[in-house]
C-alpha cells in the first residue's frame, strides 16, 4: 500500500508491499485469560443479531490474506451500504496478532462517518478489547442509526500498525448478503476517496479516511444490527 517503506516480516526485510504468507491464529485459550473479552456472534439475518462483512468460515479469509509490517500508527477503513436500516454499534478488524500483542497496544479506536465525512460516532478500547477467533477484534460504541442505501465508512485506528490486508480486494464488491444485509462497494463504484479499502497515517486523533492503495482490502466491518423484518 502506500509509500514505500521498510518492511519486516519474520526477520526478513522487504521494500516496497508485502507478499508474504499467512499465520494460523490459535489463541483463543490465552485470550480468554487474560483479556476482558466478550463473545463476538457472527452475523444474523433478519434483524436477530449483528452482521459482519467477514466471518470466521469466510473463505475469502483463507489463502489470501498477506501482512504488512510497518509500524506507523494508521487508521484502516472502509465503505459500505447496508442494504436495509438498522443500527452500527461497533468496528472490527482481521489482524495477524495474538491478544496480547493487541491488548499491549492500547488504547485502540474507532469511528464511524457519513459519506461526507461528518463524524457519527467513535469509541475506544482502554483496558481490553473484544476478541473473536480466528483473528477478529472489537472497539465498540455508542449505537448509531444508519439508512438502506446510504454509504458510510467504519475505520479502526492502531497503534504501532501491522496489519492484515487482502491484495486487490476491491476489485470487486464485497458483501455478507448472502444471508446479512451488508455492502463493501468495488473501488470503481466507490463514493468516498478514490477507491474502497480506505486508510489515514494518524499518530493521534481519528482523521476522516479518504487514501486507497490499489484495491486493497483491510478487513474491518462494521458491527451491524439490522432492524427486524
Known amino acids: ?12 526485510v522487504l521494500m516496497g508491499p508485502v507478499r508474504g504468507g499467512r499465520r494460523l491464529l490459535a489463541v483463543g485459550a490465552i485470550a480468554a485469560a487474560l483479556l476482558a473479552l466478550a463473545p463476538v456472534t457472527p452475523g444474523a439475518a433478519h434483524g436477530s443479531g449483528a452482521e459482519y462483512l467477514y466471518s470466521a468460515s469466510d473463505a475469502y479469509l483463507h489463502g489470501r490474506v498477506q501482512e504488512v509490517g510497518d509500524t506507523d500508527d494508521v487508521l484502516l477503513a472502509v465503505q459500505f451500504r447496508p442494504t436495509v436500516g438498522g443500527t452500527v454499534n461497533g468496528v472490527r478488524i482481521c ?53 438502506a442505501g446510504r454509504t458510510y465508512v467504519a475505520g479502526f485506528w492502531l497503534r504501532g500498525g501491522q496489519y492484515s490486508y487482502v491484495p486487490d480486494g476491491f476489485a470487486e464488491q464485497r458483501g455478507n448478503t448472502t444471508d446479512g444485509h451488508l455492502i463493501a462497494p468495488s473501488s470503481a463504484d466507490a463514493t468516498v476517496g478514490d477507491g474502497n479499502g480506505l486508510y489515514a497515517y494518524s499518530p493521534a486523533g481519528m482523521p476522516f479516511p479518504t487514501q486507497s492503495w490499489e484495491n486493497a482490502d483491510y478487513l474491518v466491518s462494521p458491527v451491524f444490527t439490522p432492524d427486524p423484518h
Request: aromatic content about 8%.
Open 95 to 147: 489482524l495477524d496478532l495474538t491478544p496480547q500483542q493487541v491488548s499491549a497496544r492500547l488504547p485502540l479506536a474507532a469511528g464511524l462517518w457519513a459519506a461526507d465525512g461528518q463524524a457519527l460516532a467513535n469509541g475506544g478500547a482502554y483496558e481490553g478489547i473484544e476478541y473473536a477467533a480466528p483473528c477478529f477484534y472489537r472497539v465498540s460504541m455508542s449505537p448509531v442509526r444508519v439508512n
Open 1 to 12: 500500500m502506500m509509500r514505500e517503506t521498510s518492511i519486516d516480516i519474520m526477520g526478513v
